[in-house]
Nanobody
């Protein structure tokens, strides 16, 4: 069974930190690029960060650059998104997605991140 499960979301104050996890099952994450997307309430889904397979090169959208860090642990079939210095505008449902050349994209169910004082 192919599945992605995100966890680690929650309610935090501005300036706080959260670490999101994305656990893959039913396939080997090693060969997949991992993407973290987010969708704020009432807004379009946007790509936050990505990390490639093999090389592990990363990219970030400008609003989160230098605050968020995407990583992966292929042995654990898990990807992470470390989020520091969170801001209210980071509030969104966060989704993990994976894609390889030879397969369709897979999506998790999402985990809610709320940044509020």
């Amino acid at each position: 069974q192919v599945q992605l499960v995100e966890s680690g979301g929650g309610l935090v104050q501005p300036g706080g930190s959260l670490r999101l996890s994305c656990v893959a099952s039913g396939f080997a994450l090693t060969l997949y690029t991992v993407y973290w997307y987010r969708q704020p309430p009432g807004k379009e889904r946007e790509l936050v960060a990505q990390i490639t397979s093999v090389s592990g090169s990363t990219k970030y959208t400008d609003p989160v650059k230098d605050r968020f860090t995407i990583s992966r642990d292929n042995a654990k079939n898990t990807a992470y998104l470390q989020m520091n210095d969170l801001k209210p505008e980071d509030t969104a449902m966060y989704y993990c997605s994976t894609k390889s050349v030879g397969d369709r994209a897979y999506w998790g169910q999402g985990t809610q991140v709320t940044v509020s004082s």
